[in-house]
């Protein structure tokens, strides 16, 4: 019970950070009504605030089951001692989603967002705009779902992450920092494809 906890709850803020960069992506791919059809279909909603639910979460994990790994629950004895107070113990947990596919809980959020673009009849390409986890993220479930993706990184972003991204199939787009624009810049790039 107080592993599902922990793995619902990290679950849930997976879906809450990832959803906004793949709604924003969705939206730039094709500004079409059709597209924004698509995308309300695929993500529950045209823009902006997600709110999830027990059955939400519990759907997305069906969803993702199969494309994930189970990572596990940790304590640690000496934190909680740590933490103890006045009103007795405390016990942590921890999820240790740096166990997961590309080191990180993002995965789970693109990946259920991928899930539900291509039930909802979305072909891509996908489009996001990030310079580390959630890069890799989409590109490995853009892979996963054999789409296309592209993700803009600044040219900042450390080299691993962009090699990262490159190894999962997706084209690296570089911008400059001071001139990344991620709304004008996936727009530009939706129209070139």
Request: with cysteine; charged share 20%; aromatic share 4%.
């Amino acid at each position: 019970p107080r592993a599902a906890a922990a793995f619902l709850i990290c679950l849930t803020l997976s879906l809450a950070l990832s959803v906004q960069s793949f709604i924003l992506g969705t939206q730039l791919l094709a500004p079409s009504p059709k597209s924004a059809k698509v995308r309300r279909q695929a993500t529950g909603l045209s823009m902006g605030h997600y709110d999830p639910s027990l059955q939400s979460v519990q759907e997305a994990h069906a969803r993702i089951k199969d494309h994930i790994h189970l990572t596990p629950v940790m304590t640690c004895g000496a934190i909680d001692r740590m933490a103890a107070g006045e009103e007795g113990e405390r016990e942590f947990l921890f999820k240790c989603e740096n166990l997961q596919k590309v080191g990180a809980f993002k995965f789970r959020g693109a990946t259920n967002a991928v899930c539900k673009y291509v039930e909802a009849g979305g072909k891509g390409p996908l489009v996001t705009h990030s310079s580390g986890n959630h890069a890799q993220a989409l590109a490995l479930a853009a892979k996963q779902a054999q789409m296309p993706a592209i993700i803009v990184m600044p040219d900042n972003a450390p080299k691993v992450k962009v090699n990262a991204v490159k190894e999962y199939g997706a084209t690296v787009v570089p911008c400059k920092v001071s001139r990344c624009r991620p709304n004008r810049d996936h727009l530009q790039l939706t129209r070139q494809t």
